[in-house]
């Protein structure tokens, strides 16, 4: 279920100013479910606009693998934290959720289009650590997950209320 705003005044409408806090954010945060357990992880990531989705490596097993083959549908969040704003009892900010379901890859020439886009993304010499570290061996031994994004919504605070 997909609810609106409250503080509509907050809401971001501008698809451009939703997928931009996807491409600047650091991280996402990834709401899962099992059993009716809720579980959440922090994850490195590579946004790709143009496909509409998300990548993140992981390992290939652990608890975060084992609950997203049982249900692949996830929440997610994206933030960039603009701080508390001293003497004025407010925090600016701009996130992003989303909604999706995740897919392992396994296919080589996405999962190393998935690592250029977060290598780039994070690395301040990439060109190096795709070379170096981009090998055959190197993607056969990661998991790399993809979130087919079906749903976004925007929310900004940037100035005190």
């Known amino acids: 279920m997909v609810r609106g705003i409250r503080r509509r005044e907050r809401s971001v409408t501008d698809p451009k100013e939703i997928r931009a806090v996807l491409r600047e954010a650091k991280y996402v945060t990834v709401a899962m479910c099992t059993d009716g357990e809720p579980y959440l992880a922090t994850l490195s990531h590579g946004y790709d606009e143009e ?21 692949n549908l996830v929440w997610g969040q994206a933030l960039i934290d603009k701080g508390y704003q001293q003497g004025k009892c407010s925090h600016f900010y701009r996130t992003t959720q989303f ?63």
């Open 51 to 71: 496909r509409g989705c998300i990548y993140f490596h992981c390992a290939k097993e652990g608890k975060k693998v084992e609950i997203l083959r049982a249900n």
């Open 99 to 161: 909604h999706g379901r995740v897919t392992f890859i396994e296919d080589p020439s996405e999962k190393k289009h998935a690592l250029k886009l977060m290598i780039k993304k994070l690395d301040n010499d990439p060109a190096k650590v795709i070379k170096e570290q981009m090998t055959p061996d190197s993607l056969q031994k990661v998991l790399i997950g993809r979130i087919d994004i079906d749903y976004m919504s925007g929310k900004k605070a940037d100035e005190a209320t």
